[in-house]
């Protein structure tokens, strides 16, 4: 068990190392953040100079990378260069923001999925099977943006026009301090959200219950006379259950990375726009500090996830 | 029964038997993915929506589809133009039949890169073990950490600096294609890199290729002519699914405006397009593209998960 995790560890700390490395050659050869000022009333050639010589923009690549390594390793994920505050402070004020969208989505996705994939998989074939099962694989098929661009027309548009109690757009200024607008810009997005992962994971749900439905243990316990439901619930779910914790386990840390194309379409202020409107910029602190946050927890988890699965499933060990 | 073989009762069960002796493998996926209704209805779909498409741009020149007239902007659906106008007056319909092709062809094209650096990683890694597959599974590993969206922005941006315009069979497309397609492919090798690597791993402790070896064969000819054709069914699933991943992703990517460039069009780029007309009541200029994508990705999805039952030979309860 200590070997394995000191393994794994070492495996991760490997994996981080090259993760870094990938997103620093990546970012900074992706974008000139000078290329801002190349239009700037005032600004000479010699000027924009000056300011890559003082933000070390003109050293090495390799010289770059450590000194930011170094730095990052300390703590520091250095400065954004527009708005000169410091990445770990902006990832702070978004984090929060990020996380109340993510989590009361993932909350409805958990509970709805269960629910749905249960039901298809005990009347499986039935008529609600076959519905759950052609609506999931609609959803499973369709980009996020299609079902949030219908939403804002049907709820934030039509709804307007038709003079019933309509949703913003996402386009209106709004205060994240007052919360019944927090919760009536949250729900559309959160809508979303729910609707097109909850079709991905209810049809994995159904197919492991049906998996276990199918195994010998099963038909012995059914033979022993236990009723249905404690089958079902007390033997099946359990091991049905074990996969779908390893799919929303590696599924959380992205979860601080926002949803991208959710939050731009709605104007939500996450981490994910925050990462979008600084790439546009090639402001690469801030796009490296988000990078780099996000892929370490999926590093993370899914050394958490593996450990889990020793206290969920006492048949595993790990060696 | 045929007239040929009105013989003994006895004799016709025997030629049964050694009919049924004789299927090969690749006959027993047909007949098991022959009985999957759905999948063969998404293959239908996905013949029908090539039929259109191709079938559309021989009727219809391409001039028309990039054929702006400002005097019927933005206009409603109408017999003249089935699916209306964009905000340039350009006919929606004509759009979706070239903007098909361009998605398609991005979609195909990126599988075929997929496939092919996901085999090579994964076979490579587990046929030459030690220190090579701890290297190229740390990589991979990398990769998966960085959430997928964030990967092919970082990555479009970096690959996208400078394009210009490819002439392709008389046909100018913008550049940018040729960025989306290495884009998609680059980010998306990693989960088959793992499929064929445990493949892999499993295969190679077997005799035959203990024996191939023994006959003096060369790594290149055991890997591509003993382990490659025997992980073939999952290498044919993973293309399939990622073949609507692609066109999926292509339309994330355009949707961001990272995409394909105008007036060359996608489904991804026409969405993105309607986004800003959106709240001007626009709704054709976004429903009928995303409709379009909807489409293909359920029936290749349908294709995909009918291919993969049909690969899996434990799968033949289900059916």
Same mark, same amino acid.
């Given at each position: ?5 000191? %393994? ?36 000479? +050639? ?65 509970? @709805? ?7 298809? *998989? @005990? ?47 996402? *386009? ?33 749900? %159904? ?32 091991? *049905? ?37 600084? +790439? ?40 | 029964?045929?007239?040929? /073989?009105?013989?003994?009762? $006895? ?9 049924? !002796? ?24 996905? $013949? ?19 054929? !702006? ?20 007056? =350009? ?12 998605? &398609?062809?991005?979609?195909v094209l990126a599988v075929v890169m997929e496939i092919s650096l ?13 220190? $090579? ?37 008389? =046909? ?9 397609i290495?884009?998609?492919g ?18 190679? #402790? ?8 023994? &006959? ?20 044919? $699933?993973?293309a ?9 992703? #292509? ?6 405006? &990272?995409?394909?460039?105008?007036? /060359? ?8 397009? !309607? ?38 030979? =434990? ?5």
């Amino acid at each position: 068990m200590w070997s394995y995790l000191v %393994r794994r560890l070492l495996q991760a700390f490997f994996t981080l190392f090259i993760i870094t490395m990938l997103c620093f050659l990546l970012t900074h050869y992706s974008s000139d953040p000078m290329s801002q000022y190349a239009t700037k009333q005032g600004m000479t +050639a010699a000027d924009r100079e000056n300011l890559r010589h003082s933000l070390g923009l003109d050293q090495p690549i390799p010289v770059q990378y450590i000194k930011w390594l170094g730095l990052a390793l300390q703590g520091n994920l250095g400065s954004s260069f527009f708005s000169h505050q410091p990445v770990l402070k902006m990832i702070q004020q978004r984090l929060p923001m990020t996380l109340i969208l993510m989590v009361t989505a993932e909350v409805f996705i958990i509970i @709805i999925s269960l629910i749905l994939g249960l039901v298809a *998989a @005990i009347k499986q074939y039935s008529f609600t099977d076959n519905l759950i099962t052609s609506l999931s694989f609609i959803g499973y098929s369709m980009p996020i943006f299609f079902i949030a661009l219908g939403c804002i027309e049907l709820f934030a548009v039509q709804f307007k026009l038709w003079g019933l109690p309509y949703l913003p757009t996402g *386009a209106d200024i709004w205060s994240p301090k007052d919360p019944v607008q927090m919760i009536r810009h949250l729900i559309l997005p959160v809508f979303c959200l729910v609707a097109i992962i909850t079709a991905g994971y209810s049809r994995f749900l %159904r197919s492991s219950i049906l998996e276990v439905l199918g195994l010998d243990y099963v038909r012995t316990a059914r033979a022993k006379g236990l009723t249905e439901k404690v089958t079902l619930y007390k033997h099946a779910l359990r091991n *049905a259950i074990l996969p779908f914790v390893t799919i929303v386990g590696l599924d959380i840390p992205g979860l601080l990375g926002g949803a991208l194309v959710t939050e731009s379409v709605f104007s939500w202020p996450g981490m994910g726009r925050l990462f979008w409107e600084y +790439a546009e910029r090639g402001d690469y602190p801030v796009v490296l500090g988000v990078l780099l946050l996000t892929s370490a927890g999926v590093v993370f988890f899914t050394i958490v996830v593996d450990l889990a699965y020793t206290v969920i499933d006492p048949r595993i060990r790990l060696g | 029964m045929t007239s040929s /073989t009105q013989s003994a009762p $006895v004799a016709s069960l025997n030629i049964a038997e050694e009919h049924k !002796a004789a299927l090969t493998p690749g006959q027993l996926v047909w007949r098991r993915f022959r009985k999957h209704r759905m999948a063969l209805m998404g293959g239908i779909g996905t $013949v029908l929506l090539l039929l259109f498409i191709i079938g559309g741009s021989i009727i219809i020149p391409e001039s028309k589809a990039n054929e !702006a007239d400002l005097k019927s902007r933005l206009a409603a659906p109408t017999s003249q133009h089935w699916f209306g106008t964009d905000s340039v007056g =350009r006919d929606v319909f004509n759009r979706i039949i070239y903007g098909g092709q361009i998605s &398609l062809f991005i979609g195909v094209l990126a599988v075929v890169m997929e496939i092919s650096l996901g085999t090579l990683i994964g076979g490579i890694a587990a046929y030459y073990g030690g220190w $090579v597959d701890s290297v190229l599974m740390r990589f991979t590993e990398a990769m998966i950490a960085i959430p997928s969206l964030f990967l092919l922005i970082v990555l479009a941006k970096f690959i996208g600096r400078h394009v210009g315009q490819v002439v392709i069979l008389g =046909r100018t497309f913008s550049g940018s294609i040729g960025i989306v397609i290495l884009v998609i492919g680059l980010t998306s090798w990693m989960y088959l890199a793992r499929i064929v690597r445990a493949n892999v791993l499993s295969l190679k #402790e077997l005799d035959y290729i203990s024996a191939s070896k023994a &006959l003096g064969s060369s790594d290149t000819r055991i890997f591509f002519s003993h382990l490659i054709p025997n992980t073939l069914g999952p290498i044919i $699933v993973s293309a399939t699914l990622g073949l609507a991943g692609a066109i999926l992703t #292509e339309a994330y990517v355009s949707f961001l405006g &990272l995409g394909v460039q105008q007036p /060359t069009s996608t489904w991804g780029n026409m969405m993105q397009q !309607a986004q800003s007309f959106l709240i001007r009541g626009a709704w054709w200029m976004w429903v009928f593209p995303s409709l379009f994508i909807v489409f293909i990705i359920l029936c290749i999805n349908l294709l995909g998960d009918g291919l993969r039952d049909a690969f899996d030979p =434990r799968s033949s309860r289900h059916l």
